[in-house]
């Protein structure tokens, strides 16, 4: 039996306060525009291409030399693969829901996936075991260097926005990829797995779903919480980084380096959480941004001897022979979210924009090249630990 507490007493009070704030919760999400993204403007001969597939002015798209010739870390690749993908999510406006699974676009994302998965592991060193490579992310160097220490020590607000952007293209789906994992994990590994889950999705309410955190930090830094309303702003940098996730969820040969991927960021999170929000306090943010990273500053701390122990330890006990694959899954995610952190604060450093244009200044095109946010400048050497931002959704 189901029992109401007093009306008046604390207890109703509370319970109260709790059914307005998911009544309010409500009217946000009915609010806000259920429209799918607008297609942001190509930046390329692929992306153009998959573009016009896409609004049906086309029946043609690039074949494997196309593919094959393309820089693996720039715009016009990343961005024609953030559009095959995103079919699996939401879609685009004016893009018919059937478009997901056409034979001819899943050919041309393949190749690109291989173009891109082939650079990544290229970029391996002689790597150790799984006990290493997760004892290397949890080495935190006193004078670290990336996006959240920049925005520590020196960030403006515009600069604390631009962050805000270049995450939201991740966070406003947050573990959405991820979730691709739970029917190929069995026994430990899928408890534990749907254990943390259910924290990102806000025990079962949704007002605390970390990506309705995410809107509201949005909305209190006075941006556009829109779904991919910034997609046109995002450079190469950040699509790389949520494509690697969209690659290793959508299939099942990738399970172990989404494991991998999954653990990084669960693993490293916190540290990285703990510096924004003490940035944010410092920039006077309101407390609906702060309380996003506040959030993952415990919740992420609680997390890692989880995932460890039996999300990774887990599926390592049923699948042994998955072992290089999570560390392929852990190496490349440092990478690529190096990448971004670095080309941010090298952004900021130059006293420049992060963006592929300032925020309000027209729509965020540009022609995408040089070795700035146009392009994920990825280091030549494996990562070994990272700057102390590598591989976390909150730095």
């Known amino acids: ?111 690109l996936e291989r173009r891109f998965e082939d650079a990544l592991r290229e970029r391996r060193g002689r790597s150790g075991g799984v006990r290493e490579v997760f004892d ?92 991919g309303r910034y997609l046109p702003f995002v450079g190469a940098p950040a699509l790389a980084a949520v494509n690697l996730m969209s690659l290793f969820g959508l299939h099942r040969s990738r399970r172990g380096a989404l494991v991998g991927h999954f653990a990084a960021l669960e693993v490293t999170s916190s540290p990285a959480a703990s510096r924004i929000a003490a940035a944010m306090r410092r920039m006077g943010a309101g407390e609906a941004a702060i309380r996003f990273y506040d959030e993952h500053v415990e919740a992420d701390a609680v997390h890692e001897q989880l995932v460890r122990r039996d999300v990774v330890g887990g599926l390592l006990a049923d699948e042994p022979d998955l072992a290089d694959d999570v560390t392929f899954g852990v190496e490349a995610t440092v990478l690529l979210e190096d990448a971004l952190s670095d080309s941010a604060t090298r952004a900021w450093e130059a006293g420049t924009t992060a963006l592929r244009a300032p925020l309000g200044v027209g729509d965020g095109t540009g022609d995408g090249t040089g070795d700035g946010p146009g392009r994920a400048h990825v280091p030549t050497t494996p990562p070994t630990g990272g700057d102390g931002d590598a591989s976390r959704r909150s730095g």
């Open 136 to 227: 290397a992310l949890l080495t935190e160097p006193v004078d670290g260097s990336g996006a959240s220490h920049y925005l520590l020590r020196h960030g403006t607000l515009d600069q604390l926005r631009e962050y805000a952007v270049l995450r939201s293209v991740y966070q406003l789906r947050e573990a959405d990829p991820h979730l691709w994992v739970v029917p190929r994990l069995r026994g430990r590994a899928k408890a534990a797995m749907m254990t943390v889950q259910y924290d990102e999705y806000g025990c079962g309410r949704a007002e605390q779903m970390h990506a309705r955190l995410f809107a509201d930090l949005m909305e209190d830094l006075g941006l556009d919480s829109g779904y």
């Open 1 to 111: 039996m189901t029992t109401t507490a007093p009306r008046g007493t604390a207890d109703g009070r509370a319970a109260e306060e709790r059914t307005e704030e998911r009544t309010r919760a409500e009217v946000r999400e009915h609010r806000r525009p259920a429209d799918r993204p607008a297609l942001p403007p190509p930046r390329g001969d692929l992306s153009e291409a998959v573009t016009d597939f896409l609004l049906g002015r086309s029946r043609s798209l690039p074949g494997p030399r196309a593919a094959a010739d393309a820089d693996p870390y720039g715009e016009d690749l990343h961005l024609a693969l953030h559009l095959a993908y995103e079919l699996h999510y939401r879609g685009f406006d004016g893009v018919p829901d059937d478009m997901e699974w056409d034979p001819d676009l899943l050919r041309l994302r393949a190749l």
